[in-house]
C-alpha cells in the first residue's frame, strides 16, 4: 500500500535545531497533504505542520521556529525544527493523505511509525 518512513529525530539542547524527514513511498498517484503531528507522553497527537501545494499551516506553539517544506518529486515532506524547547519533547509522527490511483474519489490517510524528539533543558 502506502508507507511513511521518518528520520532524523534525536536528543539536543535547548536551543539547538534538528530536521526531521518523512519518504512516502508504495502506490501513490498523488499526495494531497502532508504533516507532522507530535505526541507526548500521556497527551494525545496534535497537529503541528502541514502542508499542501499552495498553503502551510502552523501550530500556534511553533510559529516562528518550525518550517514545514515539501519535494512533490521525492513524495518527501520535511519539519525544520530551531529554537527548541523542553516542551517539544515528543514522538513525532507524519501523516499524508494520498490518493492511491487516478479514478480514486477520495484521499486515504497513512501514518508512520514515528520518530523521537528529545529536548533537553
Known amino acids: 500500500q502506502v508507507q511513511l518512513v521518518e528520520s532524523g529525530g534525536g536528543l539536543v539542547q535547548s536551543g539547538g535545531s534538528l530536521r526531521l524527514s518523512c519518504v512516502a513511498s508504495g502506490s501513490i498517484f498523488s499526495i494531497n497533504v502532508m504533516g507532522w503531528y507530535r505526541q507526548a507522553p500521556g497527551k494525545k497527537r496534535d497537529l503541528v505542520a502541514a502542508i499542501t501545494s499552495g498553503e502551510h499551516t502552523y501550530a500556534d506553539s511553533v510559529k516562528g521556529r518550525f518550517t514545514i517544506s515539501r519535494d512533490n518529486a521525492k513524495n518527501t515532506v520535511f519539519l525544520q525544527m530551531n529554537s527548541l524547547k523542553p516542551e517539544d519533547t515528543a514522538v513525532y509522527y507524519c501523516?499524508?493523505?494520498?490518493?492511491?490511483?487516478?479514478?480514486?474519489?477520495?484521499?486515504?490517510?497513512?501514518w508512520g511509525q514515528g520518530t523521537q524528539v528529545t529536548v533537553s533543558s
Open positions: 501523516n499524508a493523505g494520498v490518493r492511491t490511483s487516478p479514478t480514486s474519489t477520495y484521499t486515504s490517510n497513512y
